[in-house]
T-cell receptor
Framework: DGGITQSPKYLFRKEGQNVTLSCEQN?????MYWYRQDPGQGLRLIYY???????QKGDIAEGYSVSREKKESFPLTVTSAQKNPTAFYLC???????????????FGSGTQLSVL | AQSVTQPDIHITVSEGASLELRCNYS??????LFWYVQSPGQGLQLLLK??????LVQGIKGFEAEFKRSQSSFNLRKPSVHWSDAAEYFC????????FGKGTRLHILP
């Protein structure tokens, strides 16, 4: 089945530690996104990538990093510089290529990150 | 700058009553707008989207939304809500990136 997979479902981070959240899609989508969800804050865009080997900062990129070495993978690293990392992280993908009429975000099931 | 505003954080309606969730956008060109729903313990599901054409858009689960350029709005409506509609609703827009409002949590009274 085609879809978007996030792992792990739950993740714990110690002080000063970097952690990486995985996001894989087999939908052959060009565009991928990372969102952070906090109660009352909605979905805030961290980073997005419209094509392999290219990505752009979203609205809250500080303390995060990403890579897009493969079309199907868009891992997110939460660095020690992110002082308030506890949140629910959602990865999404879309067909991209400016085909807005076909645009639809496919979301993963999310990763809950907590600080120990 | 591209932005989406959902003025209502919480909305409570009685089962069977009509519903309208507000969404305002800030956008320079023709907007691409959509609504997603997130039910408890479930992922996000697309309800409907607008890109061009008819400004009244029909979606799934009996929802519709109307694009009003003069008001920069894309409000979501349903004529009669069901208890299963209790969820969080997100309005969003697409330019070079896809962004969302802060969401409106819908509570249903029996």
């Amino acid at each position: 089945d085609g879809g978007i997979t996030q792992s792990p479902k739950y993740l714990f981070r110690k002080e000063g530690q970097n952690v990486t959240l995985s996001c894989e899609q087999n939908l052959n989508h060009d565009a991928m996104y990372w969102y952070r969800q906090d109660p009352g804050q909605g979905l805030r865009l961290i980073y997005y990538s419209q094509i392999v080997n290219d990505f752009q900062k979203g609205d809250i990129a500080e303390g995060y990093s990403v890579s897009r070495e493969k079309k199907e993978s868009f891992p997110l690293t939460v660095t020690s510089a992110q002082k308030n990392p506890t949140a629910f992280y959602l990865c999404a993908s879309s067909i991209g290529q400016g085909l807005a009429t076909n645009e639809k975000l496919f979301f993963g099931s999310g990763t809950q990150l907590s600080v120990l | 700058a591209q932005s989406v505003t959902q003025p209502d954080i919480h909305i409570t309606v009685s089962e069977g009553a009509s519903l309208e969730l507000r969404c305002n956008y800030s956008y320079g060109a023709t907007p691409y707008l959509f609504w997603y729903v997130q039910s408890p313990g479930q992922g996000l599901q697309l309800l409907l989207k607008y890109f061009s054409g008819d400004t009244l858009v029909q979606g799934i689960k009996g929802f519709e939304a109307e694009f009003k350029r003069s008001q920069s709005s894309f409000n979501l409506r349903k004529p009669s809500v069901h208890w299963s509609d209790a969820a969080e609703y997100f309005c969003g827009s697409r330019d070079d990136k896809i962004i969302f409002g802060k969401g409106t949590r819908l509570h249903i009274l029996p």
